[in-house]
C-alpha cells in the first residue's frame, strides 16, 4: 500500500513539474508574442484632411493625405508605383461608390486631391512605397453629408458577367470553392457582346494589363493585384492570383483599358 501511495505521490509531483514547466512556456510564449505584436505595431499611419471640412454632397472637396510615422513626422520620400506615387482608392460604407484617384504631392509630403462624392461614409485606401520600405496600403475615413450608415452586408453574386460600355466582362471562378489563404486565380474574360470574339485592344493601364482591388465585407481587408504573366490579354484574357486573408464576402473591382477608354467592373465574392 505504501508502495502504491509512494508512487502515486511520484505521479503527482510529476504532473506538477509538468504543469510547471507549461505554465512556464505558456508565459514565455505570450511574451515571444506581445513582443512580435510590438514590433508589428504600425509605424505609419494615414493622416486626412478635407477642405471643406464638412462635406456636403456632391461639392467639390479637396482632400490632404499625409502619410505620418509614428513620431509624427510627415514622409516626403516616396518611390513610384504603378507611374504614380500615390493611388488613392475611396470607397463607400456600402461599397457602392468606387473612385480610384491618383493626388499630386506637394513639397513636404502633402498629397492633395480635389473631388466630388455622393453622401456617405467613406474609407481612402492610400497606396504608396516610402524609399527604403515596402508597399503600404494605409486608410482613413470621411463622411459626406449625413450618412446613415449601418453593417455592411453585401451579397455574393451568382452571375460573374457584367457588360459595361459595350464589353462583356466575365469572371471566371476556380471550379473549388474558394478558400481563404489558398493562392486563387481569378480569370477575366473580355468579349464584344454582339460578335461575341475577344477583346483585342486592351492597353496597359498605369503600366499594367489590369488592375484589382479587393476589399471585404466590413472594410477591414483590402487586397490589390495585378495581372499574372501567363495573361493572354491579347485575347482579352486578363489573370489574377489573389489570396484572401480570411472567410467571408469580399468584393472585387477589376480594372482594364479598353482602347484608352477604363473600364470598371465588380463581383461580389463568397469565400469560405
Ligand atoms: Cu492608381
Request: charged share 25%.
Amino acid at each position: 500500500m505504501r508502495k502504491v501511495s509512494g508512487l502515486l505521490l511520484l505521479l503527482l509531483q510529476l504532473v506538477a513539474v509538468i504543469s510547471c514547466v507549461n505554465t512556464k512556456i505558456d508565459s514565455s510564449e505570450k511574451k515571444a508574442l506581445n513582443q512580435e505584436e510590438e514590433v508589428k505595431k504600425p509605424i505609419f499611419s494615414l493622416g486626412l484632411k478635407t477642405d471643406p471640412k464638412t462635406i456636403a454632397p456632391a461639392d467639390q472637396v479637396r482632400l490632404f493625405l499625409e502619410i505620418k510615422k509614428n513620431d509624427g513626422t510627415v514622409v516626403d520620400n516616396f518611390e513610384v508605383v504603378h507611374e504614380k506615387l500615390m493611388h488613392l482608392f475611396v470607397v463607400s460604407s456600402d461599397m457602392e461608390q468606387f473612385f480610384h484617384l491618383h493626388p499630386e504631392k506637394q513639397a513636404g509630403g502633402t498629397f492633395i486631391e480635389t473631388a466630388s462624392f455622393p453622401e456617405g461614409r467613406y474609407k481612402a485606401w492610400a497606396g504608396v512605397r516610402p524609399k527604403g520600405e515596402g508597399d503600404l496600403n494605409l486608410s482613413a475615413t470621411f463622411d459626406v453629408g449625413h450618412p446613415f450608415v449601418r453593417p455592411n452586408r453585401l451579397i455574393a453574386d451568382t452571375i460573374y458577367i457584367k457588360e459595361i460600355d459595350d464589353t462583356r466582362v466575365t469572371l471566371r471562378l476556380p471550379s473549388k470553392e474558394m478558400k481563404a489563404g489558398e493562392a486563387i486565380m481569378l480569370n477575366y474574360v473580355l468579349t464584344d457582346p454582339s460578335t461575341r470574339r475577344s477583346i483585342k485592344d486592351l492597353e496597359p493601364f498605369l503600366g499594367e494589363m489590369g488592375h484589382l482591388m479587393i476589399i471585404s465585407e466590413d472594410g477591414n481587408e483590402f487586397v490589390h493585384s495585378h495581372p499574372m504573366s501567363s495573361s493572354e490579354a491579347e485575347f482579352g484574357v486578363v489573370s489574377f492570383h489573389v489570396e484572401f486573408p480570411r472567410a467571408g464576402r469580399y468584393k472585387a473591382w477589376a480594372q482594364f483599358n479598353k482602347g484608352g477608354k477604363i473600364l470598371t467592373t465588380s463581383f461580389v465574392l463568397q469565400v469560405g
